[in-house]
Nanobody
């Protein structure tokens, strides 16, 4: 079983920055064949795709709403993925989840492609 642990959420003013981290446990797990993604869920809304990164190639994917403001990256040694969030807006307020899966190409934004999920971390952006 893979465990994902997120950290880095908090309260920030609009225009500010936060960096989220998601660490994966080692166990019996080969990460090189996987994609790690970030999703978010605001109150009363469905969970939506934010960004993803393919572990082997480093190819990244972003939702249109965060392009140019958010950056996803990975640290191979720490088996950790990061989400750097800049120019934050009140509409970015949500619980952010990281996820891991053997995602088929072109389906990175689909929640059902991911097998493992973290517990979520709250991000609140005040106006």
């Amino acid at each position: 079983q893979v465990q994902l642990v997120e950290s880095g959420g908090g309260l920030v003013q609009a225009g500010g920055s936060l960096r989220l981290s998601c660490a994966a446990s080692r166990r019996t797990f080969t990460i090189t064949s996987y994609t790690m993604g970030w999703f978010r869920q605001a109150p009363g809304k469905e969970r939506e795709f934010v960004a993803a990164i393919r572990w082997t190639s480093g190819t990244t994917y972003y939702a249109d709403s965060v392009k140019g403001r958010f950056t996803v990256s990975r640290d191979n040694a720490r088996i950790t993925v990061y989400l750097q969030m800049n120019s934050l807006k009140p509409e970015d307020t949500a619980v952010y989840y990281c996820a891991l899966g053997s995602v088929v190409g072109g389906r990175e934004a689909r929640r059902d492609e991911y097998d493992y999920w973290g517990q979520g971390t709250q991000v609140t952006v005040s106006s």
